[in-house]
């Protein structure tokens, strides 16, 4: 299988403080839907290991495990008006080995970050073609020395990084006392054309401009930096930095922080870019509901810095990546 072993796993939840753990096998294939094909991120899962580590409401469902065990696939919320699949229908799928077509058993949630498009079991992970398992999920008990857990992890798997990632906003809402805590909060006034005019004080205190690899100089909150630097870093190091076009980023005043609402309309409240952390990428090529032309190895990078991408979005905003939680040190 590669990847992550059994005995990794076991050692992993032997370590004083962790919970749970479950290897993930993530990859991109091919959905065959009836209005054409389209990019799709799976993460391959054990369910009796991935389901301690669900949201509590998927966590809770049973169907979604035995579905899982019986080889269905459950599709993202985002994600199936996307695709224009019915639940209980046979979506096709096709990866570097084979193509199969597993029934969509239904919706779910899986975490924050959102790991992947869709959620199948490892074993038809496989069969597809998707490499072994490349990440490991673990989850920690309340209370505990997060720091400790992961040095004691990484002396378990030599090599490994170990990342802990704070959720930072609940479904598609930026609420909550966790936050609140991170963000602050600002008061406002709205102008007729959708725009809003944001407490200065706060924009002082949290909207900062950097120069950053690839794209050059940025105006977006400063807790988005780091992650936004790392993936545009990683990008870079692999060589993949014509994947964004920089010029037409800097042609492009508010594609972090602009003070306005989603879509400039009011009634849809406050967009991540009044808070400067979300980010436009490659926009003229991957316009508000039309179709993605972005490479899906930025969209993974992206990712797995702790980015939500709007592709999954619906309407579809492929131009579009925010912060869905913070990566701590």
Not at 171 to 176: P, Q, V, Y
Request: negative net charge; glycine residues 10%.
């Amino acid at each position: 299988m590669g990847g992550f072993s059994t005995a990794q796993l076991q050692a992993v939840e032997a370590v004083a403080g962790v919970a749970a753990a479950a290897r993930v096998a993530l990859g991109f294939i091919t959905a065959n839907t009836p209005g054409g094909t389209r990019q799709l991120s799976v993460a391959g899962v054990d369910p009796l290991e991935f389901r301690p580590l669900a949201p509590a409401v998927t966590a809770q469902a049973d169907f979604v495990w035995q579905g899982l065990l019986a080889g269905d696939i459950y599709l993202a919320h985002e994600e199936q008006p996307v695709l224009g699949v019915a639940l209980g229908s046979d979506l096709s799928l096709t990866g570097p080995l084979r193509t199969v077509a597993p029934r969509v058993g239904g919706l779910a949630a899986n975490g924050t970050p959102n790991i992947a498009s869709a959620v199948i079991n490892l074993g038809e992970a496989q069969q597809l073609g998707i490499p072994g398992p490349s990440v490991m999920l673990i989850g920690t008990n309340a209370g505990v020395n997060i720091s400790a857990v992961s040095a004691a992890v990484q002396k378990v798997l030599p090599g490994t990084t170990v990342t802990t990632i704070v959720p930072l906003v609940d479904k598609a809402l930026i609420t909550g006392s966790a936050a609140e805590k991170l963000l602050g909060s600002f008061t406002y006034t709205s102008n007729a054309n959708g725009s809003i005019n944001e407490d200065p004080a706060w924009v002082r205190a949290n909207i900062v401009t950097r120069t950053v690899p690839i794209l050059g100089s940025v105006t977006c909150n400063k807790l988005m930096f780091p992650q936004l630097v790392g993936a545009l870093t990683e990008l870079q190091d692999d060589g993949l930095a014509h994947l964004l076009n920089p010029a037409e980023y800097q042609s492009h005043p508010g594609n972090c922080w602009q003070a306005r609402y989603v879509n400039s309309i009011p009634s849809e409240g406050l967009s991540y870019h009044a808070w400067g952390i979300a980010i436009d990428l490659n926009r003229n090529e991957n316009p508000l509901g039309g179709p993605s032309t972005q490479d899906p190895r930025l969209i993974s990078i992206f990712e797995r810095w702790g980015f939500r991408w709007g592709g999954l979005f619906y309407p579809p905003d492929p131009m579009h990546f925010e912060l869905a939680g913070i990566m701590q040190p």
